[in-house]
């Protein structure tokens, strides 16, 4: 006597894969998964090993194949077919995790500079150390408006196509402490974005750049970018009194700006030089 297998209904096959039969009905009207039996009243009946292929269904759309993708593999699957397939969806997802890193890494440096920014003393200059800092960056042309926009937009692109990371948290470079920024212009020479330390940095080219670790005249700005020279004028002249040579450009850090603020009055904006 031949034994058949044993049936089972949508309802129970849905169940047991915890899945709902509307997605059973929709993996049978696009070819996926259609049940081992109709019967004349409509009701799907499925196989115990359909079980199997419903495993492996959803293994490999967890993967990060798509449905064509998954559907050409089950119509001619092999052991060689599946180990190129696996190899390519590693490495898939090994970038996704790169880029999942470089997120967590950025919104980490995000908070951890909001947090900074709300104890420190505001628009009091002091004397600060400060570890080196990795940074990309990227020059703007000249003081107009209209190269700062560009160069932002320069700046994101590269960021996040080249440097694969978010072009936050943001700031800028000033290398010109002798200049005195006026309305509609912008002082800084270039955007810069601090990232973790990259393992090719040669990848970046002349747009990496490291801030070096030591001592820093510091002053936290309150205030939006256009009033930012009163701070300059003070932090320049602490320097002066003590009697400290500058040994960097300005790097200017925003610590509380749109992101979180919908006021100009509420921004806070960092500002370093390095000092002897």
């Known amino acids: 006597m031949i034994e058949h297998s044993p049936m089972i209904t949508s309802g129970e096959f849905a169940n047991i ?28 009946n499925y196989s115990i090993k359909q079980l199997y292929i419903f495993d492996t269904i959803r293994f490999l759309l967890d993967a990060g194949m798509s449905i064509k993708e998954v559907k050409d593999f089950l119509d001619d699957r092999t052991t060689e077919l599946f180990l190129e397939n696996i190899a390519g969806l590693m490495d898939n997802l090994r970038e996704k995790r790169a880029v999942l890193d470089a997120r967590i890494g950025m919104m980490d440096k995000l908070k951890y500079v909001t947090e900074r920014s709300l104890l420190f003393p505001k628009n009091e200059p002091r004397l600060s150390f400060w570890d080196d800092l990795c940074l990309c960056v990227t ?25 694969k990371v978010s072009k936050f948290p943001i700031g800028r470079v000033t290398k010109r402490l002798d200049l005195v920024p006026s309305e509609g212009q912008v002082v800084s020479q270039q955007i810069m974005t601090w990232i973790s330390r990259p393992e090719r940095p040669e990848l970046l080219g002349e747009r990496f750049m490291v801030k070096p670790k030591g001592n820093y005249a510091v002053i936290l700005h309150q205030g ?53």
């Open 224 to 276: 939006g970018w256009d009033d930012i020279a009163r701070s300059y004028t003070k932090l320049l002249a602490f320097i002066e009194e003590n009697k400290m040579e500058v040994r960097s450009p300005a790097f200017e850090m925003d610590m509380n700006t749109y992101l979180m603020s919908q006021s100009e009055d509420d921004y806070l904006i960092h500002i370093s030089i390095l000092v002897e």
């Open 139 to 163: 020059d703007i042309p000249d003081a107009s408006e209209a190269s700062y926009i560009q160069a932002m937009s320069d700046h994101s692109e590269f960021c996040r196509d080249v440097a």
């Open 17 to 44: 894969c915890h899945i709902s039969r509307e997605l059973l009905i929709h993996y049978d009207n696009i070819g996926l998964l259609k049940p081992k039996e109709v019967k004349p009243n409509g009701y799907r």
